[in-house]
């Protein structure tokens, strides 16, 4: 199935530059800018506010806008000053919320919000001021990391989604979180009662800011829709009053809004840190003796966090044995295969087999830049991966970026510590 993308911006050469980016995504391009993207908006903003003039509202059609539908994705720049709606700038962030909630556009993108920064150093997800599901800059639509799996880049960040598989994602999550819309957070992707110990309470604070720290075990997705920052509080309000009458218009809208900002949460507060949830690897990096007779091998270590399926290029029997009960199953919430650490910390067994190993590990890092392991063995410091402390509450804030890249900037550079 060919994705679908919409590129938005106020300037027809702004769309025209994205456009020219994006030539190797493999998937159709359509463009909406100028006075047509300014009509679109009028006609989505007139429409949402319609609703809840209304005392009943069954069709999804009064708010659905023809130029905004019928693409999976949608790429926004986030300077659209020339469209002129009178009062203070418009922005991609000021409109993001109603596309996410009124349209059928599954995951969005803000274009240029911060040109001069390629790689944050403070997080580990992107911007995590923006409200879209991913920040970029237009020279990055070309980076194949965003289309397919790439791990032969000199810039290829693994927080970065591939944005085709994401969008499909976003699909499932939607259904999740319909599905299970007045279910416990915690229950619905069964994280383990020990995870409450791992749990930043900035998490905890993130998921329900007026819960203790066993009440976040009981935040429901209803609940987490209540505290987003999508959309304007009073259209929050209307929209659960009539999500309590079963109004389905508005029960969709919920659904989309909860599940971009859950799939936020869980990337910026659960998995960045890699205290609660842990990818392959990052769980490499902290127990490599998994990979039994190959540990040895770096080429090993790459191999494996290519891998999609069981045992992910693991050693099979201590897979079975140690990991594999550990795995998290609600795979539409992350982009690679991850694991509750919570569960293989508590191993003594798997713990005790670290320091019986005999294996002569590579003097190897993940880099974060590249998403390959590196050894940190070379002949310059200047070639040597760096490391660098994230702005992130958790036991593992610090990470190694390989800066190989000479045209990417990194930033801060003061957050660089080796």
């Not at 993940?366 to 590196?374: I, K, N, R």
Request: charged share 30%.
């Amino acid at each position: 199935m060919i994705t679908r993308i919409l590129i938005c911006d106020d300037r027809k050469e702004g769309c025209e530059g994205a456009e020219r980016h994006l030539k190797e995504s493999d998937c159709e391009v359509n463009m909406l800018h100028g006075k047509w993207l300014k009509q679109a908006l009028e006609e989505l903003f007139r429409s949402t506010d319609k609703i809840f003039q209304l005392d009943k509202v069954d069709s999804e059609q009064q708010v659905m806008c023809k130029k905004l539908t019928g693409c999976e994705l949608a790429i926004v720049d986030n300077n659209l000053a020339e469209l002129d709606f009178g009062g203070v700038r418009l922005t991609a962030e000021s409109v993001i919320g109603r596309i996410r909630a009124f349209t059928d556009i599954d995951y969005i993108v803000s274009l240029n919000k911060n040109p001069n920064v390629d790689f944050d150093l403070r997080h580990l997800f992107g911007d995590h001021e923006s409200v879209a599901d991913l920040a970029l800059n237009t020279k990055h639509l070309s980076n194949h990391r965003l289309w397919r799996e790439s791990y032969d880049a000199d810039f290829a960040p693994w927080y970065w989604p591939c944005l085709p598989e994401a969008a499909g994602k976003r699909r499932d999550q939607i259904a999740f979180v319909r599905d299970n819309l007045d279910a416990s957070i915690w229950e619905a992707l069964d994280f383990p009662d020990s995870a409450t110990e791992y749990l930043s309470r900035r998490a905890k604070g993130a998921l329900g800011p007026t819960a203790n720290d066993e009440g976040v075990r009981s935040v429901t997705f209803r609940d987490f829709f209540k505290i987003n920052r999508s959309l304007p509080p009073k259209m929050r309000d209307d929209l659960l009053s009539l999500a309590n009458d079963d109004v389905p218009l508005a029960v969709r809208a919920i659904s989309r809004v909860a599940s971009a900002e859950l799939d936020r949460w869980l990337r910026r507060e659960v998995l960045a840190p890699q205290d609660v949830l842990i990818d392959l690897p990052h769980l490499l990096s902290r127990m490599p003796h998994l990979l039994g007779g190959t540990a040895s091998e770096l080429s090993a270590w790459n191999d494996a966090i290519k891998e999609r399926q069981p045992p992910y290029g693991l050693d099979k029997v201590l897979y079975e044995r140690y990991v594999k009960e550990a795995e998290f199953h609600s795979s539409c919430w992350t982009p690679s295969p991850c694991f509750w650490w919570p569960k293989l910390d508590a191993n003594d067994q798997l713990r005790r087999l670290f320091f019986e190993s005999e294996d002569d590990w590579p003097d190897a890092v993940f880099c974060e830049d590249v998403s390959m392991f590196l050894t940190v063995k070379s002949d310059t410091c200047d070639s040597r991966p760096k490391e660098f402390e994230a702005d992130i509450e958790g036991s593992w804030p610090r990470r190694y970026i390989s800066m190989r890249a000479t045209d990417v900037s990194f930033s801060p550079q003061s957050r660089i510590v080796g």
